[in-house]
């Protein structure tokens, strides 16, 4: 941004000036419409600072025209010798001009009064034979009509206007040329309106100018600052899923050598508790972090112990709660999994269920089974779809790029354990199958299982892809 502009911008936030469009960077850059544009701001502000100066300027200027006619006694009008001009005492004349003048001290304020008074003034005087200088009141009354005013005012004082000059012309002041005179009076008002007219249209495409501008500026900002967060929120992630992860297995080991050594009666048990309560506390700072970096607004849930593998019953339970029917099983020792995979289980199993819940509605029934088998997990989930005479419910199509925040994180949290993930219709040809198998350390298998079944609802947010 050019200096220029940075000081117009400046001047707007204290409430003095309008700040030029970024899109006149080049004509700001311009020598010559630079200093015109430069010199218009400045003008700006000392008209918005004194706004009685322009005005007080424009009254002494056509006072100054009007001089030679209140001075003269001459029955010259502007177009050849006028008709028979009524001798009038030089205070009506004064009384004439000062009507005519004096209402362009609001001709910014109130346009339409303005003008309609002035017009009414003029003809007053033409129907006394009166032709005077002061009549330019009338194109600077227009012309401030056609910028400041309303179009609809401005379409009426037009009519008037052609309506007074015609009959002042032809009846009221008779003139030595009336064709020509009416010719260039007619040409004066309709260029004064075309000049505020076309002034007007240029505030208002500048105006739309800077405000595009503005919000062009917002909009980068915005996404500036989405692009920050989705950043920040995948640093969150990745902290979390490998840092978290790893320090929980070094407070594990800690703590079980600090067991260890205690039954030995070792001189290093307190030096492994410290280090147990050490990584602990290192957990929490870490979470305390990500919750920062994530802008989370649930802090107190952050920093609550993760999910596992136990907490499947009360979420089934919630699940159940909304009218879904669903049957849980469970294939080996679930319990010797580590947290990590236990909350990638949970989720897969929180999302899954949820996309049940939002495609197919709780007249449906879902199958849970989570088995962990020779070094590896599989989580599947299986509904039945939407019962026979539901209504049927939308579906993202596979072409728009929207996979869905549940399906996408149910794929990244089973490609950190090197997963495989099955998403789609069942082969039934009815209802929707979750499937996903986790590469984990072995674990040895005690089997285990057990079934339930009921209907209920969980508030974790999936989506389901076609």
Excluded at 39 to 48: E, V
Aim: neutral net charge.
């Amino acid at each position: 941004m050019s200096p220029q502009r940075a000081a117009a911008a400046a001047d707007t936030a204290q409430g003095t000036a309008l700040p030029p469009s970024p899109g006149l960077d080049a004509a700001w850059a311009h020598p010559l419409l630079g200093r015109l544009l430069r010199g218009q701001s400045h003008r700006r502000q000392l008209d918005r600072r004194h706004p009685w100066l322009l005005d007080t300027a424009v009254v002494l200027i056509v006072a100054l025209l009007s001089l030679p006619d209140l001075l003269s006694s001459s029955d010259h009008g502007p177009f050849g010798e006028t008709g028979s001009r009524a001798e009038l005492p030089s205070g009506v004349l004064v009384a004439f001009a000062a009507a005519l003048i004096m209402p362009l001290w609001w001709r910014r304020r109130a346009p339409a009064v303005t003008f309609f008074v002035i017009s009414l003034v003029s003809l007053a005087q033409w129907s006394l034979g009166v032709w005077q200088q002061a009549g330019i009141s009338t194109l600077i009354a227009l012309y401030s009509l056609a910028l400041h005013g309303s179009l609809r005012a401005l379409g009426w004082a037009a009519a008037l206007t052609v309506a007074e000059l015609t009959l002042a012309v032809c009846f009221l002041v008779p003139l030595e040329h009336p064709l020509l005179g009416l010719f260039f009076l007619l040409g004066t008002a309709t260029a004064a309106i075309a000049i505020g007219l076309t002034l007007r249209i240029r505030r208002m495409y500048l105006a739309a100018l800077e405000d595009r501008a503005r919000r062009l500026e917002i909009e980068h900002g915005q996404r500036v600052q989405l692009t920050a967060a989705a950043e920040r929120s995948r640093v969150a992630r990745e902290m979390h899923d490998i840092v978290g992860h790893n320090l929980s297995v070094m407070v594990s080991v800690a703590d079980g050598a600090a067991t260890l050594a205690a039954n030995r009666n070792e001189q290093s048990a307190e030096a492994l508790r410290i280090l147990g309560d050490t990584g602990r506390q290192a957990m929490g700072e870490l979470r305390r972090v990500l919750g920062v970096l994530r802008e989370e607004q649930e802090d107190v849930r952050s920093l609550s112990p993760q999910p596992g593998v136990r907490d499947l019953d009360p979420l089934l339970a919630r699940v159940r709660a909304a009218g879904l029917t669903v049957t849980y099983r469970t294939v080996g020792d679930l319990d010797s999994l580590g947290s990590g995979v236990q909350l990638t289980v949970y989720r897969i199993v929180q999302e899954a269920l949820t996309n049940t819940l939002r495609h197919a509605g709780t007249g449906s029934a879902a199958e849970v089974t989570v088995a962990a088998d020779a070094g590896a997990v599989r989580i599947r989930v299986a509904d039945t779809g939407p019962p026979p005479g539901a209504p049927v419910r939308a579906k993202p199509g596979p072409g728009t790029g929207d996979p869905g925040h549940g399906l996408v994180g149910i794929r990244q949290r089973a490609a950190m354990y090197g997963g495989a993930v099955t998403i789609g219709p069942r082969d039934t040809g009815h209802g929707w199958i979750v499937d996903v198998v986790l590469d984990v350390p072995s674990a040895p298998a005690l089997p285990a299982s057990g079934e339930q079944s009921a209907s209920g609802e969980q508030s974790a947010s999936g989506e389901r892809l076609p």
